[in-house]
């Protein structure tokens, strides 16, 4: 019997961490954003950033803030050309990924909970 694979893993291709988190996020609507920055910003609360090795990811629907992650620099920008690789790299967007295609996609019903 085929295994059957996720639809993150399907259609794996040696793209960036960047590119791919970019791709989807683009496909569900184009007011989503994906900023980089060099910077931690407020360094309580990025107390593991280490500047020149890390990056700052905001996402953003259009200029509101909705995620915020570090990840290290050569990981966002290199791409996968290993299927493992290519795994790994899709595990971690798709912790971000997930929960924004799941809000996204049902959005709150206007009226009372019953």
Not at 47 to 58: A, M, P, T, V, Y
Not at 69 to 88: A, M
Request: hydrophobic share 30%; net charge positive; aromatic share 12%.
């Amino acid at each position: 019997m085929p295994k059957i694979l996720p639809p993150k893993y399907r259609n794996l291709k040696s793209e960036s961490y960047e590119r791919y988190l970019t791709k989807e996020l683009e496909s569900l609507n184009s007011n989503f954003i994906v900023k980089t920055y060099k910077t931690a910003g407020d360094a309580e609360k990025w107390s593991s950033f280490q500047k020149g090795e890390d990056l700052r990811i905001q996402i953003r629907w259009k200029k509101d803030v909705i995620d915020e992650f570090i990840v290290d620099k050569s990981f966002w920008l290199t791409s996968n050309r290993d299927r493992d690789d290519q795994k790994y790299m899709r595990d971690f967007a798709h912790i971000h990924l997930d929960p924004i295609k799941k809000a996204y996609s049902h959005p709150k019903k206007k009226g009372k909970d019953k």
